[in-house]
């Protein structure tokens, strides 16, 4: 079963900031926090991952909490390419297959 | 990252026949990963595949129904045995090229069983 909890479904406008929660209240001390995104009727695709520390790419970022139970996936500028299913998932490094739950469906509105 | 090539992309098929699937990596990767997406579901995985060993089942898919093949380090076979409707889904495959990144995912086989 999937570790985490996102909601089902939100909506961003265009050329706002895209905030995506997830819920993970019972990640171990060495499982990263990864997000992947879906666009429809492609694979999924890795975006960014973290342990502890806020991370940044060019992509997006990623806000942990301190307890690490939650953590924010932010677009910072949301345009409409990046209306797609967003899956949060926790995991050991190294060798452990991916556990995608239902994830969150992000619509990006013009 | 790794590149992941998959073919084919789609495909009908006549209940009962077979289908297999290619999935070559432009990296050598340990493991690779075999999915299954039914229609409007998330991703559910077949089986991990390691070069030189069996390929390890998840709850609810076989060997007979779901063969795999793994003869190197950059190549993978998934095999959708006697098929039936209900197999209709996509197919993925992925691969974790190399430290504690992402797994890259091929761009999938979207199955149709007539």
């Known amino acids: 079963d999937a570790k985490t909890t996102q909601p089902p479904s939100m909506d961003c406008a265009e050329g706002r900031a895209a905030n995506l929660p997830c819920n993970h209240s019972?990640?171990?001390?060495?499982?990263?926090v990864y997000w992947y995104r879906q666009i429809h009727s492609q694979g999924p695709q890795y975006i960014i991952h973290?342990?502890?520390n806020n991370e940044t790419n060019e992509m997006a970022s990623l806000i942990i909490t301190e307890d690490r139970k939650s953590s924010t996936l932010i677009l910072p500028h949301a345009t409409l390419r990046d209306t797609a299913v967003y899956y949060c998932?926790?995991?050991?490094?190294?060798?452990?297959?991916?556990?995608f739950g239902p994830g969150t469906r992000l619509s990006v509105l013009p | 990252s790794a590149v992941i090539s998959q073919k084919p992309s789609r495909d009908i098929c006549q209940r009962g026949t077979s289908l297999t699937i290619q999935c070559q990596v432009d990296?050598?990767?340990?493991?690779m990963f075999w999915y299954r997406q039914q229609p409007g579901q998330s991703l559910t995985l077949i089986a991990t595949?390691?070069?030189?060993?069996?390929?390890?089942?998840e709850s609810g898919f076989v060997i007979d129904k779901f063969p795999i093949s793994r003869p190197n380090l950059t190549f993978s076979t998934l095999t959708v045995s006697n098929m039936s409707p209900e197999d209709s889904s996509i197919y993925l495959c992925?691969?974790?090229?190399?430290?504690?990144?992402?797994?890259?995912f091929g761009s999938g086989t979207r199955l149709t069983v007539v």
């Open positions: 992925s691969a974790q090229p190399g430290g504690n990144y992402g797994y890259t």
């Open positions: 595949a390691n070069q030189g060993s069996e390929a390890t089942y």
């Open positions: 990296s050598q990767v340990t493991m």
């Open positions: 973290g342990l502890k």
């Open positions: 998932i926790v995991r050991l490094p190294y060798g452990q297959n991916f556990v």
């Open positions: 019972t990640i171990s001390g060495n499982e990263y």
